[in-house]
């Protein structure tokens, strides 16, 4: 049987209250571990609830960066969803309106804040 067809898309932003430290570099540290779990509790009941919710499969935490400002913390996640025919179809100018309706304007994710300019879908 054919694998069902998958589109994955990138999510970018960035999180104002979290410390950019060296050990969010790397995926084996517990600091990486324990933050992604938490992005995961905050990114996917986000997206199930966005016009890609019913073909949402799941989302991947790829890198904690450091930003510009130290005290920031850039998260880059890859996110994907099945691409049937029978699916919403994936349009990132919806997404990210939805994301940002649901963040409160870009600048909530559950206990963080968020750089309002910092949203990127596929971008």
Same mark, same amino acid.
């Given at each position: 049987?054919?694998?069902?067809?998958?589109?994955?898309?990138?999510?970018?932003?960035?999180?104002? &209250?979290?410390?950019? #430290?060296?050990?969010?570099?790397?995926? %084996?540290? @517990?600091?990486?571990? $324990?933050?992604?779990?938490?992005?995961?509790?905050?990114?996917?009941?986000?997206?199930?609830?966005?016009?890609?919710?019913?073909?949402?499969?799941?989302?991947?935490?790829?890198?904690?960066?450091?930003?510009? &400002?130290?005290?920031? #913390?850039?998260?880059?996640?890859?996110? %994907?969803? @099945?691409?049937?025919? $029978?699916?919403?179809?994936?349009?990132?100018?919806?997404?990210?309106?939805?994301?940002?309706?649901?963040?409160?304007?870009?600048?909530?994710?559950?206990?963080?804040?968020?750089?309002?300019?910092?949203?990127?879908?596929?971008?």
């Amino acid at each position: 049987p054919l694998a069902p067809a998958v589109k994955n898309f990138t999510l970018n932003f960035t999180i104002t &209250n979290l410390q950019f #430290t060296a050990d969010l570099e790397k995926p %084996s540290s @517990r600091r990486f571990k $324990s933050t992604e779990k938490v992005m995961y509790h905050y990114i996917d009941p986000l997206l199930r609830r966005s016009s890609v919710g019913p073909a949402y499969i799941g989302c991947k935490v790829m890198a904690f960066r450091s930003t510009k &400002n130290r005290d920031d #913390t850039g998260v880059d996640a890859m996110c %994907s969803c @099945r691409d049937e025919p $029978s699916d919403p179809e994936f349009n990132r100018a919806t997404i990210y309106h939805e994301l940002s309706k649901m963040t409160d304007g870009i600048t909530k994710l559950g206990h963080y804040s968020l750089n309002s300019q910092s949203l990127y879908v596929n971008g």
